[in-house]
């Protein structure tokens, strides 16, 4: 009687601990996937088609470039002409909001507004705003505030000045400085009060991963659209990756 208690306890106590190590390796698995400029890999990038793509997907973020038109409205567009993702022609900053709608950028879809994103995607995903220029701080700033979206943003952008510009404006949101260098990230990082540090996929190792955890930086890297790379990242600790293809699980 007491070797088959024995055993019991043995075989029961086995099964907690492997509960426990299975738990542990599901967390450790768990990484934000953040969709780039949408579902970009299936769709046209910073349009909308692009972004629900992603929600369908089971993106936990979007990502997205924010610049001004000519008469100061927030629009959704990564470069600074149109010619690439359009078929219109010349600077953003040249054309009236009115103007950016006419264009097609990709499949009928128009150029969105930052309002129109928030109002697809606001309390079933999370956004990653990234600021391409001087100016756009202030507007994304009041419309976080205005739909109460401080704890579901995160700001980011490779200019450090904007950066430390929104921490004035509002300390409470999220801010990622995203770089192409591998020279002092978490010091760069640590400059402009950075919650967050995006270096390029090639400059991730996993003694910087360690290095941003122990200053209390989240580390996230794009663009990853290989699975193998993706789950060597996730194993190395990474806390979130930037892809074109949000179903890369």
């Not at 499949?107 to 994103?117: H, R, Y």
């Not at 949101?173 to 950075?194: H, N, W």
Request: glycine share 6%; with cysteine.
């Amino acid at each position: 009687m007491g070797i088959i208690l024995l055993f019991l306890v043995v075989i029961s106590t086995s099964f907690i601990v492997s509960r426990y190590i299975n738990h542990m390796n599901d967390a450790k698995k768990h990484i934000i996937i953040i969709a780039h400029r949408g579902a970009s890999a299936y769709e046209p990038e910073n349009t909308l088609r692009s972004f629900k793509r992603a929600f369908e997907l089971g993106a936990d973020m979007i990502e997205f470039d924010v610049r001004l038109s000519r008469d100061r409205h927030l629009v959704i567009m990564h470069d600074e002409k149109v010619d690439r993702t359009t078929n219109g022609e010349g600077l953003v900053k040249d054309k009236t909001v009115s103007e950016l709608k006419k264009l097609d950028a990709g499949m009928g879809e128009s150029v969105p507004t930052l309002e129109e994103v928030i109002a697809l995607g606001k309390g079933k995903i999370g956004f990653v705003i990234e600021l391409k220029e001087p100016g756009t701080e202030e507007g994304v700033i009041s419309l976080i505030k205005e739909n109460n979206l401080i704890e579901h943003v995160f700001i980011v952008s490779f200019n450090q000045n904007l950066l430390k510009r929104v921490k004035d404006l509002e300390s409470k949101v999220k801010t990622g400085l995203i770089l192409l260098s591998s020279t002092d990230p978490i010091r760069l990082a640590k400059e402009c009060q950075a919650d967050a540090v995006a270096p390029f996929h090639d400059f991730i190792t996993v003694d910087l991963i360690e290095k941003a955890h122990q200053n209390n930086l989240k580390i996230i890297t794009w663009t990853v659209d290989n699975r193998g790379e993706a789950e060597s990242l996730r194993d190395a600790g990474i806390d979130g990756i930037v892809t074109n293809k949000p179903d890369l699980w």
